[in-house]
């Protein structure tokens, strides 16, 4: 039995096949859980699927964190030199892990790099770099010699959407620390934060309880009222639910 008080929000963890190799997971993450009151249970992505569903299945709330580029191959045929630090074993985790939240009503958070893999597992696409593909783009990559709460560009937020509910404003700054973005949405993912220059920063699944896709880090603006309600808002909703894959 968890808990009702602090629910258990699994939080998924990359993999450096350095030497040696390493799981790599910002500390920033468990901080902004553990403040909105919720207990991170990290999700190593590499383990053999048995053990990370079992790992799983403890959990009442999917954090999808940021990391290295998704492989173009899953939305492209093409694969593009410009993505780095392809994990495949990650890429396909995380694909199995949206997919049982999605079915089971788990609600999910994805951060940087994981509202680009909640994008490519619904069936939508990439920027493989979106400076350079995106028309028009401003610099998005603010890393890594700058800080990562700087904030660098302001968001269009959708009136009415969940996430704009939830900040309860209709514009907000971020920090800007990524390379790729989503370039055409999954039929199942509806943009409700725009950039500027028109780079989608911003994604819910309208017809899912709780899924909330962002391209910047919250995790890392810990003095940020709009950053706080947003996980005040996920353990909040995962407390609720309580639900089990
Ligand atoms: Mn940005």
Same mark, same amino acid.
Request: hydrophobic share 40%; charged share 20%; with cysteine.
């Given at each position: ?8 929000? +699994? ?6 096949? +350095?030497? =040696?190799?390493v799981?790599?997971? !910002? ?5 902004a859980?553990? $403040?909105? +009151? !919720?207990t991170?249970?990290l %999700?190593?992505?590499?383990?053999? /699927? ?6 799983f ?5 999917? %954090?999808?964190? !940021?990391?290295?580029?998704?492989? =173009?191959? @899953? ?9 780095? !630090?392809?994990? /495949?074993? @990650?890429?396909?985790?995380? #694909?199995l ?5 999605? &079915?089971?009503?788990? =609600? ?17 696409? %990439? ?6 593909? *995106? ?17 660098? *560009?302001?968001?269009?937020?959708a009136? +009415?959407?969940?996430?704009?509910? #939830?900040?309860?404003?209709?514009m ?10 989503? $370039? ?26 709780w ?5 910047? /880090? ?8 709009? &950053?706080?309600?947003?996980f &005040? &808002? ?5 407390? $609720? ?5």
């Amino acid at each position: 039995m968890k808990s009702s008080t602090s629910p258990q929000i +699994g939080i998924t963890i990359g993999h450096n096949a +350095g030497s =040696p190799p390493v799981y790599e997971l !910002g500390a920033a993450y468990l901080q902004a859980v553990t $403040k909105a +009151g !919720g207990t991170p249970l990290l %999700l190593p992505t590499s383990l053999p /699927h048995d053990s990370l569903l079992s790992l799983f299945q403890q959990c009442s709330g999917l %954090l999808l964190s !940021g990391g290295r580029d998704v492989d =173009p191959l @899953r939305y492209q045929t093409r694969p593009d030199p410009r993505a780095k !630090g392809i994990d /495949h074993d @990650r890429d396909e985790a995380e #694909i199995l892990l949206i997919e049982i939240a999605l &079915a089971n009503g788990i =609600p999910i958070l994805a951060i940087c790099r994981g509202i680009q893999i909640l994008n490519v597992a619904m069936g939508g696409s %990439l920027y493989p770099d979106v400076m350079q593909d *995106h028309p028009g783009a401003q610099k998005h990559d603010f890393y890594p010699n700058l800080p990562r709460d700087a904030y660098r *560009h302001t968001i269009t937020l959708a009136s +009415g959407s969940l996430l704009q509910t #939830i900040m309860n404003t209709d514009m907000i700054q971020v920090n800007s620390l990524h390379h790729q973005s989503i $370039k055409s949405p999954a039929s199942g993912l509806q943009v409700v934060g725009m950039a500027e220059d028109d780079t989608i920063e911003a994604v819910v699944a309208p017809h899912k309880d709780w899924v909330i896709g962002v391209q910047w /880090h919250p995790e890392c603006l810990p003095q940020d009222t709009h &950053a706080q309600k947003l996980f &005040a &808002a996920f353990i909040e909703t995962a407390r $609720k639910r309580n639900k089990q894959p």
